[in-house]
């Protein structure tokens, strides 16, 4: 039996963990995973939660965390090092940067004979100044040169790391999307909705909400910003629910505070079940600067829900633009707006859009499907290595 060893970036509440647990799970018995990951940082909401659920063992590297620390780092490749002279695995597939970093070098210095990592995103604009980047994308492409393979999670995200930012050449990159349990968004539905609505005192308020980390990335300033537009714009009463937490959070109760909106605008911080907060809500947006797959977009079009949001990285692959979502550029607080208007005001499209939502995602994002095509990738790469 081939044996895996996954490795993640760390165990905080996201889609990667979600990937890695469902890969985990599922490509079993064919193949043995060991999976290990590492510290969350303080301000995120822990995952192992979905591990346990599904019955899953792991191991946390608590040296290997979010931000870049030398002396941390050295000491979580060399515990990978001693994990993969241990383990044996026969594939080390890394998902997101510091995991692909650490597990993909402690990989080749071991000789470990197939490795692949998976961009769940990247960090080639919006996160670094230009030098930073720079020296980043210079890793990356060295990195790249020695992986079996790469995985992108859309088409375009696949473009980018190719055309864009030449991390690797076209023929070593796989498209394989996320996969996920959607069925946990279809059960219960009404009362769901009663009971989040009941809980925040909704009556006739349209809820629009965004989900995800409150950090500089997600862009939430200007979903603050576009909340106070369209309230002086339209005279259909809303309720905004951020939902989440992270470094920025301060910062944007500050500006919610500032801009006069504590009245309309909620800070849930974490939701573990978040199947119980979708039904609640209207309308989910997303203001990032830069993303991978949405998973945010994913559950709420499995629940139902009409999506305004940017056109960044793999949205446009995640959302049939016009059916389940309407999207603007970064920045265009008018066309961004403009969409959360029309969807505010028109009850009957948005109730025609959240029929088309759950239809596209649930074969698209499967965990069936992610399952088989990794697995088949896995083959194929076991097959190639054999001298």
Known sequence: MPRVLRIINRFNLGGPTYNAAYLTKYLSPEFET?????????????????????????????????????????????????????????????????????????????????????F???????????????????????????????????EKQKKELVEEHGIAFAEKVHVIPLGFDLS??????????????????????????IIGRL???????????AIKHIRERS?????????????SRALLQERSSALGMNDCVVFTSWETEIEKVYPGLDI?????FNEGTPVSLIEAQAAGIPVVSTNVGGIENAVIPGKTAYLSEVGDLTSFCKNLIFLMENDVLRNEMSKDGYNFVKDR??????SEETGALYRRLLASSIP
Request: glycine share 6%; charged share 25%; aromatic share 10%.
């Open 365 to 370: 994002f499967s965990y069936f499907r992610l």
């Open 34 to 118: 060991m999976l290990v990951g590492g510290m969350k940082d303080e301000s995120e909401e822990s995952s192992e939660f979905v591990l346990k659920n599904l019955g899953l063992d792991y191991t946390v590297i608590p040296e290997m965390k979010r931000s870049i620390h030398p002396v941390n780092d050295w000491s979580a490749y060399n515990r990978l090092k001693k994990i993969i002279c241990q383990f044996r695995p026969d594939i080390v597939h890394t998902h997101a940067a510091k995991a692909g970093a650490l597990g993909r070098r402690a990989a080749f210095s071991c000789k470990v004979p197939v490795t692949v990592h998976t």
């Open 120 to 154: 769940h995103g990247h960090v080639f604009h919006s996160y670094f100044n230009s030098l930073q980047t720079f020296i980043v994308k210079k890793i990356e492409r060295g990195l790249a040169r020695k992986t079996s393979a790469i995985i992108a999670i859309s």
């Open 215 to 225: 950090v500089p990335v997600k862009n939430h300033l200007f979903f603050l910003e």
């Open 235 to 247: 005279n259909v009463r809303i309720k905004a629910f951020i939902v989440g937490d992270g470094e």
């Open 284 to 288: 989910v947006c997303l203001t990032s």
């Open 184 to 209: 946990r968004f279809r059960e219960k539905k009404e009362e769901k909705r009663k009971i989040f609505r009941e809980k925040y005192l909704l009556k006739n308020e349209i809820a629009i909400g």
